[in-house]
């Protein structure tokens, strides 16, 4: 489904929004570099600075408020940064840990069962006080379906493969702590596929998370929120976007020369 005219203004103006903020409120290091500057100017290292801090908080300055935006186009509720809750039942948390000893002995990933086991024991037991639990993205459907998102670099790093899924399913076990009957899905989303033109490396996640219930890169993750199409569309957002601020940003760091 193609997004109208109206709905590419409004993922534009995100864009642009969210962009034009971190810019304007960013303070250059205050490191001296004397070598740096005199061969490359200062304007350009402040941009270059820029641009490495952007890349580190990319997913939270402009990927969740791009997503929340498009997924509102479609869901019924979207929402960034929404609180999931606070609670778990002591059965739950030996539930999980259950789960993930048998998938670190090598049993296949199966999200359908592992939800349906934690849910008969979401309430059972001591219910433990937890800190308060947000995920990136909270997306409601119209039939009542939750889906919880939890937004990754692009490359993630291996290591934490093992805590991704202990993540995914606390957040299934705390949402249920509340809301028993739900239907509740949590996923890892990466927002784009770093390996393109080549598929991404889902080997990698082989053996810990339920690949096709668990897993959205780029496509498969905007077109979820926005549907069929939305990600080259989207694609085209961001360059139209970065057009028209080029000339705002080439003014803010020509101050820096």
């Not at 200062?42 to 939270?60: E, K, V």
């Not at 997306?139 to 692009?154: E, M, R, S, W, Y």
């Amino acid at each position: 489904m193609a997004l109208t005219r109206g709905q590419i203004e409004k993922i534009e103006n995100t864009i642009k929004e969210n962009l034009r903020n971190k810019f304007l409120s960013y303070k250059p290091e205050t490191n001296n570099m004397p070598f740096h500057y005199r061969l490359l100017g200062q304007d350009r290292m402040a941009l270059f600075s820029f641009i490495h801090s952007l890349n580190t908080t990319f997913g939270t300055s402009i990927f969740e408020p791009v997503a929340e935006t498009l997924a509102s186009l479609n869901f019924s509720v979207a929402q960034k940064q929404f609180v999931v809750g606070d609670t778990i039942s002591e059965q739950a948390q030996t539930e999980i840990q259950r789960i993930m000893n048998e998938l670190t002995i090598g049993k296949d990933p199966h999200k359908a069962e592992e939800i349906a086991r934690i849910r008969k024991v979401c309430n059972k037991g001591t219910m433990n006080k937890l800190k308060t639990v947000k995920v990136d993205l909270f997306v409601k459907g119209n039939d009542g379906t939750i889906h919880l998102f939890d937004l990754k670099t692009a490359k993630p790093n291996i290591s934490n493969f093992k805590d991704f899924k202990r993540t995914l399913l606390e957040w299934v076990a705390i949402y249920l702590s509340t809301h028993p009957t739900a239907n509740v899905h949590s996923y890892i989303a990466t927002p784009y596929n770093p390996y393109e033109p080549k598929p991404y490396e889902r080997w990698t996640l082989k053996g810990m998370l339920d690949l096709d219930n668990e897993l959205k890169v780029a496509e498969e993750f905007w077109d979820f929120l926005g549907g069929k199409g939305a990600y080259p569309e989207l694609l085209n957002c961001f360059e139209r976007a970065g057009i028209e601020l080029r000339p705002e940003m080439d003014k803010y760091f020509s101050k820096f020369k």
